[in-house]
């Protein structure tokens, strides 16, 4: 079993910065890959971003690049995204999920994604 609670989501205007973290607890962390997944009112839930479980591959969506960073430290059990120049459109729910069964090569959809956070709630403000 894996727990994620993920933190640091809030209201922030456009073109303004997040950090969101999302703490991991129970099975080894660094055995399994991360991902950073949102959901907006009335939309399905999308990929973001994802960090493969050495930390050396990472992957985001073409919407985030150059914008998001995925990291992670093994050592706190935490996975981060950093938001930079946030639009009012990627307001959301951003849930952060472990995938156990991909080390290397993480995936980009979120069935694969076995344990999941309670999300938190990110606001971009025009």
């Known amino acids: 079993q894996v727990q994620l609670v993920e933190s640091g989501g809030g209201l922030v205007q456009a073109g303004g910065s997040l950090r969101l973290s999302c703490a991991a607890s129970?099975?080894?962390?660094?055995?399994?890959?991360m991902g950073w997944f949102r959901q907006a009112p009335g939309k399905e839930r999308e990929f973001v971003a994802a960090?493969?479980?050495?930390?050396?591959?990472?992957k985001y969506a073409d919407s985030v690049k150059g914008r998001f960073t995925i990291s992670r430290d093994s050592g706190k059990n935490t996975v981060y995204l950093q938001m930079n120049s946030l639009k009012p459109e990627e307001t959301a729910i951003y849930y952060c999920a472990a995938d156990i069964s991909r080390i290397y090569d993480p995936a980009t959809s979120p069935d694969p994604y076995d344990y999941w956070g309670q999300g938190t709630q990110v606001t971009v403000s025009s």
């Open positions: 129970g099975r080894t962390f660094s055995r399994y890959s």
């Open positions: 960090i493969n479980w050495v930390g050396r591959s990472t």
